[in-house]
């Protein structure tokens, strides 16, 4: 089994920063892939960022070059900077985990309960 908690969310004007974290316990085997994804209402579940314990990241395209996935195996901790928020960044984001890349990159296995990003244009 696995937990995760997310905190970090918040409102922000468009332009500005936020940091999400997710706190992770449970069987490291399990968290071998981590991600973020999001959700805006009315709109399909968007894979945000990932990365594995080999040191792999993969990013949408609507998150090169703004957001940064890292993790801090030492605290279990999972990381997304996001820098240069747009409105359309709002939305519920969630941290999520998987033993299985392919898996994690579309539907894993493990969800925490998400914490919301507002951008005020």
């Known amino acids: 089994q696995v937990q995760l908690v997310e905190s970090g969310g918040g409102s922000v004007q468009a332009g500005g920063s936020l940091t999400l974290s997710c706190a992770a316990s449970?069987?490291?085997?399990?968290?071998?892939?981590m991600g973020w994804f999001r959700q805006a209402p009315g709109k399909e579940r968007e894979r945000v960022a990932y990365?594995?314990?080999?040191?792999?990241?993969g990013y949408a395209d609507s998150a090169k070059g703004r957001f940064t996935i890292s993790q801090d195996n030492s605290k279990n901790m999972l990381y997304l900077q996001m820098n240069n928020l747009k409105p359309e960044d709002t939305a519920m984001y969630f941290c999520a985990a998987d033993s299985a890349l392919l898996r994690c990159l579309d539907n894993p296995r493990y969800w925490g309960q998400g914490t919301q990003v507002t951008v005020s244009s």
């Open positions: 449970g069987d490291t085997y399990s968290r071998y892939c």
């Open positions: 990365l594995n314990r080999v040191g792999s990241t």
